[in-house]
């Protein structure tokens, strides 16, 4: 049985920069299953960061649709794509964002903070539970500083997995990270994926990073290579 959680169809984004006009995505059509890993690859400017950043909805498309989980996103007004993105999706970025001022509980728990009577789960208990699954048990009130690239990015995670989101979109979350780190940062992601069932998709430039991925996906110029 196919379970699909997102689709794009013929999803594109125009870029016009005075009387140039950037193709960065065309006509991308695509399925993610629930509980699938992919990866997406290629050539630096060939428009992953674009690609992921619609699938997002933190950019619209200039063609085509995105559907989640059946709903065409863009039937959503902006109030209810804020509560959508925050309801469905984790973001991970190259450059981790912690904020330096706050320590690892804090910095993870952050964005549900405002939201914290509303919720159905105890903040506190999931920040913790998901601290201890990155492997940071024992600094949660460690600052930003006080920790390794590979662990701060896993402190990103913790907080990417806050609020139970069925897709996380990571943009080339090793990028930053030594050989070592990144293979700490992947066994996370990997170990988190199987214990909450989340769909990921990932891009990245290393062939190492994307073989922990089910499938992989190569986009030049804007489209997907078969
Ligand atoms: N805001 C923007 N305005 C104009 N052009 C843009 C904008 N964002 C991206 N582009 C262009 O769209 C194309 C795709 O960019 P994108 O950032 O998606 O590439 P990428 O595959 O993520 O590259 P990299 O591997 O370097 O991160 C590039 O040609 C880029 O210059
Ligand atoms: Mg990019």
Redesign the pocket.
Known sequence: MKDVLLECRQLGKD?H?GTRT?H??REISLQLQRGSFTAIM????????????LIGTLDMPTHGKLFFEGIAVDSLNDDQLADFRRENIGFVFQLFNLIPSLNVMENVMIPLLPFRKELSFDLEDRARELIAMVGLGERFDHLPGELSGGEQQRVALARAMLNHPKLILA??PTGNLDTGMGKEVMSSLKKLKEEQGTTILL?T?DVHIASYAGEILN?QD?ILAS
């Not at 050539?43 to 950043?53: A, D, V």
């Open positions: 870029y920069i950037v960065a995505v290629g050539p630096s400017g060939s428009g992953k960061t674009t690609l992921l950043n943009d080339e891009v430039h986009i804007g």
